[in-house]
Every structure is written in C-alpha cells, then in structure tokens.
T-cell receptor, first 114, second 111 residues
C-alpha cells in the first residue's frame, strides 16, 4: 500500500524560476494538505484541497504561490518567480477527508533557491 | 496566532529517563489530538493520538495524558532511547479536518 508520494525529493532553482512540486495522495484519500517547514522551525500550514476544490488556502502567500488538485493526477504546488526565502522543505499530507481522521505525510520536497 | 502552544522547544534526556512534552490549546472545538514524530530529512509520522473522551492512552513506551478542563495534553516517553531522538509535533484537529500543529520539540536522548 503506497504512502503519500512526493516528487521531486530535491529541487534546485535559480531566483526568478518556477518550482512545481507534485503530490500523489495515499490510495483512497481525496484530501490533500501542503505544509512548509523552514530549517529548525515547525510545520506551517499552506493549503487544504479536495479534488477540484480548495477548502482552505489561508496559509498561502498572496502572491506567486498556487495549488491545485485536479480530478485526475497529482496535487501540484506551484511557486512562481522563486526567491531565496522560498528555500524550505514542502510536505504534502493526505487524508480520507472524514472528520477526525489523521493525516499521513509524504517524505517532503526540499527546494533550494540559488 | 498560534492555536496550539508546545513546550519545551528542545529537550535533552538521559537514556532510560522519561521525556515529557506539553501542549496547550484554547479552542474547545478541537476533538482529536495526534502526535507526530519526525526524523531529520523525513516527513512527520503519526506516533499516537487521543480523543477528548479519555484521559490517557498508552502504546508501548508512549503515553498521552489529556486534561480536558485545563485544555492541555502531553506526551510521555518512558525508558527513552537514543533512537527516540527526533522532533515531536503535537496537533489539534477541529471539525472539518483542519489540523493545527505545535511548533515542535527537538528531543535528544543521550546514551
């Protein structure tokens, strides 16, 4: 039973480029969360999506960041015109979507902006 | 605004000792309280979880104590081992599956 799959695991981008991070949830899970973790810091909520629907994007920066979870295919977190401050680990988690169920994290995607 | 306050930020314990990490919350709508363990370079993994209708849950060396009236819960790691050295996150979950994480505790168990 495959867990939450994230790719790429490591990504290096130059300032101004775009970064695309992908997340395939666990089988049977229809809800996806994205979190950002800076070195030596906690998990910062970014966005919570259901297929074809954004449930909560209160943690997303207002500019340059977007997320989607299409009917088919993985969820994608897109960062346009990356800056050095975007360097972080980005974790995806999934859940079946029922209240009270826990969420299961992927191994993360480490973005480095040079 | 931090929905879940976690302490201490870091903790050093001797092998065989008890590690205790505390969390507090304000929102009485939270109805599920999981703990996650994260090793360097890895994603957080569910360790143990509790619902507010019980005051304690034990799984092996890991115990959650829950005080509903004080709106506090804590993780106890008995007989701590070097392999327990990791970062621990508490979380509180509200209806609608919104997860709120604490800021994390870095645990080091000294042999």
């Amino acid at each position: 039973n495959a867990g939450v799959m994230q790719n790429p695991r490591h990504l290096v981008r130059r300032r101004g480029q775009e970064a695309r991070l992908r997340c395939s949830p666990m089988k049977g899970h229809s809800h996806v969360y994205w979190y950002r973790q800076l070195p030596e810091e906690g998990l910062k909520f970014m966005v919570y999506l259901q297929k074809e629907n954004i449930i909560d994007e209160s943690g997303m920066p207002k500019e340059r960041f977007s997320a989607e979870f299409p009917k088919e295919g993985p969820s994608i977190l897109r960062i346009q015109q990356v800056v050095r401050g975007d360097s972080a680990a980005y974790f995806c988690a999934s859940s079946p979507g029922l209240s009270g169920n826990t969420i299961y994290f992927g191994e993360g995607s480490w973005l480095t902006v040079v | 605004q931090q929905q879940v306050k976690q302490s201490p930020q870091s903790l050093i314990v001797q092998k065989g000792g008890i590690s205790i990490i505390n969390c507090a919350y304000e929102n009485t709508a939270f109805d599920y309280f999981p703990w996650y363990q994260q090793f360097p370079g890895k994603g957080p993994a569910l360790l143990i979880a509790i619902r507010p209708d019980v005051s304690e849950k034990k799984e092996g060396r890991f115990t959650i104590s829950f005080n509903k009236s004080a709106k506090q819960f804590s993780l106890h790691i008995m007989d701590s081992q070097p392999g327990d050295s990791a970062t621990y996150f508490c979380a509180a979950v509200a209806t609608g599956n919104q997860f709120y994480f604490g800021t994390g505790t870095s645990l080091t168990v000294i042999p």
